[in-house]
């Protein structure tokens, strides 16, 4: 948390999963939540591999990144879509890979999501 300036840190976690300044984010956008509604969109997620980056082990043991309670993550996992459109189901797969940092002991007593540092989908196909 050490980089989000104080006046931003209780709205950086959504800010981190919804902003598509640059790319597609984690989260739909209220647009996409609303069509997604009208087509009865739900998503199952199947996680493949949760991993320390090793940019950020090696950030650690150099003294780069100093708060305690703060951790980092990467999960990949296979996201699929799906939709009810004219009466047929449909399914669409990404390959998805988010990188993740969570704050937590010993600065706090239980775990929590600070914010997505990178996202990226990969589309696997539709049926």
Same mark, same amino acid.
């Given at each position: 948390m050490g980089l989000v300036p104080p006046e931003l840190r209780d709205r950086w976690a959504v800010f981190s999963v919804s902003d598509v300044t640059d790319s597609a984010a984690p989260i739909p956008t209220a647009e996409e939540w609303a069509r997604l #509604?009208?087509? #009865? /969109?739900?998503?199952? %997620?199947? %996680?493949?591999? *949760? #991993?320390e980056p090793m940019a950020w082990t090696n950030a650690v043991e150099a003294g780069r990144i100093t708060d305690p309670g703060i951790t980092a993550r990467i999960v990949s996992a296979e996201v699929t879509l799906t939709t009810e459109i004219d009466g047929r189901? =449909? =399914?669409? *797969?990404? #390959?998805? $890979?988010? /990188?993740? $940092?969570? $704050? /937590? @002991? @010993?600065? =706090?007593? +239980?775990?929590?999501?600070? /914010? +997505?540092v990178t996202y990226t989908a990969i589309p696997l196909g539709s049926s």
């Open positions: #509604s009208q087509q #009865s /969109g739900r998503t199952t %997620v199947l %996680v493949q591999r *949760v #991993s189901t =449909r =399914r669409d *797969v990404n #390959s998805v $890979e988010l /990188g993740l $940092e969570f $704050e /937590g @002991p @010993p600065t =706090r007593d +239980a775990w929590g999501f600070v /914010g +997505a």
